[in-house]
């Protein structure tokens, strides 16, 4: 059974950071990508930053420069580093995964709450 368990979400004013962390266990499961989506209030998830096991990565356009995403591929570990946080950025993170190369992987986390105050 493949879990994936975020930490790392909280409040923060705007302009500061946040670093979010995704593990994933199950004894089988070698992802291939590991990335971040966030739903905000009345707003349908959307792709915050991927990367595949290679380092290929994917973000989205409205975070490129201020977020970077990093993995421990031998801890099977993904991060999201959060900088120059605005209010628009407030949503539920979610870790998402899948052993195939797809952008949209078939594994979701929880979700971890990132809320930024103006």
């Known amino acids: 059974q493949v879990q994936l368990v975020e930490s790392g979400g909280g409040l923060v004013q705007a302009g500061g950071s946040l670093r979010l962390s995704c593990a994933a266990s199950?004894?089988?499961?070698?992802?291939?990508?590991m990335g971040w989506y966030r739903q905000a209030p009345g707003k349908q998830r959307e792709l915050v930053a991927a990367m595949t096991s290679g380092g290929n990565t994917n973000y989205a356009d409205s975070v490129k420069g201020r977020f970077t995403i990093s993995r421990d591929n031998a801890k099977r570990t993904v991060y999201l580093h959060l900088n120059s946080l605005k209010p628009e950025d407030t949503a539920i993170y979610y870790c998402?995964?899948?052993?195939?190369?797809?952008?949209?992987?078939?594994?979701w986390g929880q979700g971890t709450q990132v809320t930024v105050s103006s």
């Open positions: 199950g004894s089988i499961f070698s992802p291939n990508v």
């Open positions: 998402n995964a899948d052993p195939a190369r797809t952008w949209l992987g078939r594994y």
